[in-house]
């Protein structure tokens, strides 16, 4: 015979078990848009209120991209099944590191979570986003055998991210389902064409192209104030640093290769919720998304007042 204490503590136990498994559901983001819409931070910012996983799928081509460029794979014709075996078989890491202070002054109140992208080990997170890989990385996702290579990764990356968010879930958290963010170009469209939010984050051309030129800014001052016995303190020169208009006229250049392929291309998913963050501030178009999935996870929003 169970005493009265054992099977109140078995009832809250099976209770317990039992919300666990109903909070189990998988809530995806997807998060797509032209270059420097602000996909990435929105994403990543998102997958910290919200305490889900992130997954920047642009940085695995830019992973293909620079295994082409070290293997001097440049034509899509040849070197295409050895570039997508090569990538198949390398292991790419996308590391989230939760940030409580702001490291990015012009996005004010939120902060944004660094994201460390490993190729094989090796951290490759600025080596990815040089001109040389965002001249040719369009080029290289536009190949069907990279797209379904990356494919793979992609899905792969969110499951194992999904599955942290769920098992890291703290106790006062249980009333939110495990989920994952993932930005990119056709997320919402070929990737996870079931996500239960979709965004197209859009903003001007100029806005899009002055705010990477002040990104590109900021890592150099950052390069620049690293001490001298850094090894990786040299400063690039500053013919490397390319003005608003040359990356208005990369970014174009790139959006257009995206929109116009044959595999998987930029698109809006009919069912997708459209932002354009062109006169928004960071924190507006962070809470809108955040609302709106709280809305759908069936909780109640918490910033419908910015
Ligand atoms: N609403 C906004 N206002 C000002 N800057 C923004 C806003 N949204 C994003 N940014 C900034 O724009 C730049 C590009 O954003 P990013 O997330 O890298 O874009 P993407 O991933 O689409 O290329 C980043 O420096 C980011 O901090
Ligand atoms: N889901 C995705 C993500 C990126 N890409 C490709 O990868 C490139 C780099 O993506 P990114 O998200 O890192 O680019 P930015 O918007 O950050 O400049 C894009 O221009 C696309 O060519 C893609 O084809 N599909």
């Known amino acids: 015979m169970l005493s009265i204490h054992t099977r109140i503590a078995r009832r809250q136990l099976l209770r317990h078990t039992t919300h666990r498994l109903l909070s189990r559901r998988d809530f995806t983001i997807a998060i797509d848009g032209p270059a420097a819409s602000g996909k990435s931070s929105t994403a990543r910012a998102v ?8 997954i920047d799928s642009g940085s695995i ?11 001097n794979i440049t034509d899509m014709g040849e070197g295409s099944a050895s570039l997508a075996d090569l990538i198949s078989h390398a292991k790419v890491d996308i590391k989230v590191r939760p940030s409580t ?19 094989d080990g090796e951290d490759v997170s600025r080596e990815i986003r040089t001109p040389e890989v965002n001249r040719l990385v369009a080029k290289i996702a536009s190949d069907s055998g990279i797209r379904q290579a990356v494919l793979h990764i ?18 006062d958290a249980n009333d939110m389902p495990g989920g994952v963010v993932m930005d990119g170009r056709d997320i919402g469209t070929t990737i996870f064409p079931g996500a239960e939010l979709k965004i197209y984050l859009d903003a001007s051309a100029m806005a899009r192209a002055i705010r990477r030129w002040d990104e590109m800014n900021q890592m150099k001052d950052v390069t620049a104030q690293k001490p001298a016995h850094d090894p990786k303190a040299s400063v690039a020169p500053a013919a490397v640093y390319p003005s608003v208009e040359e990356i208005a006229r990369e970014l174009e250049t790139r959006d257009y290769a995206d929109i116009n392929r044959e595999n998987s291309p930029l698109r809006i998913a009919p069912d997708a919720v459209v932002i354009d963050n062109t006169n928004l501030t960071f ?3 962070v809470y809108t998304i955040t609302d709106l999935a709280r809305e759908r996870m069936g909780l109640e929003p918490k910033h419908s007042d910015c």
């Not at 081509?61 to 293997?71: D, G, S, V």
């Not at 202070?101 to 190729?119: D, M």
């Open 61 to 71: 081509y830019r992973c293909a991209t620079l295994l082409a460029l070290r293997q």
């Open 101 to 119: 202070s702001h490291q990015t002054p012009s996005l004010g109140r939120l902060a944004v979570p660094e994201v460390q992208v490993l190729l």
């Open 154 to 171: 992609q899905r792969k990356l969110a499951a194992d991210a999904e599955s942290r968010s769920t098992t890291s879930r703290s106790a």
């Open 283 to 285: 924190a507006q178009q």
């Open 47 to 54: 997958a910290q209120e919200l305490g889900f996983g992130y």
